[in-house]
């Protein structure tokens, strides 16, 4: 039996007044998971336009150096801006390109 079940199973047998303050400290805890800021690393030749965040989810609106040399970003222009998309996995940031509109 996992640890969700057990503490389920534990819960049927709680008061009314004891669900009550379980269901507080819930909230609480969902909160403050919600509130939590994902760490997403700065990275070069980037610059954050826009940032959202949707669920488990942060979005943000780049705009990105391409890295050629003689592209117009080498000279300060950036391209985009473009939205990514960033989350946790096993304890790690991820990313992905969303595309111009997210």
Request: hydrophobic share 25%.
């Amino acid at each position: 039996m996992n640890l969700l079940h057990k503490i389920i199973s534990g819960c049927e047998r709680l008061s009314h007044p004891d669900l009550v303050k379980l269901d507080k400290v819930i909230h609480k805890l969902t909160e403050k998971h919600e509130r939590e800021e994902l760490k997403i690393p700065e990275r070069a030749g980037r610059e954050v336009v826009q940032r959202e965040k949707v669920g488990h989810i942060t979005y943000q609106l780049e705009r990105i150096r391409c890295g050629k040399t003689n592209c117009k970003c080498a000279a300060g222009e950036l391209h985009g801006p473009y939205w990514y998309s960033y989350w946790s996995q096993n304890g790690k940031t991820k990313s992905a390109y969303v595309g111009k509109k997210r």
